[in-house]
């Protein structure tokens, strides 16, 4: 079931994206993986702006979260995490599918996202949810990708991909 977090659920997303990004050691990206979590107000600006979903386990308890932004009129996936141990269930595709309709709804262009181009979990998994490089981004988008060169941790190459609604 995809839904909104509480306020309450806010702290496990910061548990979820840190056990998901454990996996980057294995692709040679300690770096990433050593990455601390979005604080808690980010997440819950997300939230209370009704851009935050979380995908849940039988037991309603989160178990995967995607927040977005719109940038040039697209719902722009900021982020999105499913906990290694509930990996395979197809929890990141029923988020990024929600978030599609969620943004058709919003009269929106479709979706983007910025991910590693050689990570498998990331644009080649994107590839299969039926995302394409974008090769000239818009003007918001452009803007993430510079602050995102400055802020992440390593030089591993990274795309901007877009899915139209």
Partial sequence: MIRPPTASEIPALRRIE????????AVG?????????????????????????????????????????????RAHVEQVSVDPAHRGHRHGAALIDHVENWARREGLAGLSLTTFRDVPWNAPYCTRLGFTVLPVPGPELRSVIAAEARGLPTDAPRVAMVRSG
Avoid: N
């Fill in 29 to 73: 990206l300690p770096e990433v993986a050593a990455e601390e979590p979005p604080p808690l107000v980010h997440l819950e600006a997300f939230r209370v702006g009704g851009r935050a979903w979380v995908a849940c386990d039988a037991r309603d308890r989160p178990v995967g979260y995607l927040v977005v932004l719109v940038l040039d009129e």
């Fill in 18 to 25: 840190a056990a998901a990004g454990t996996a980057f050691t």
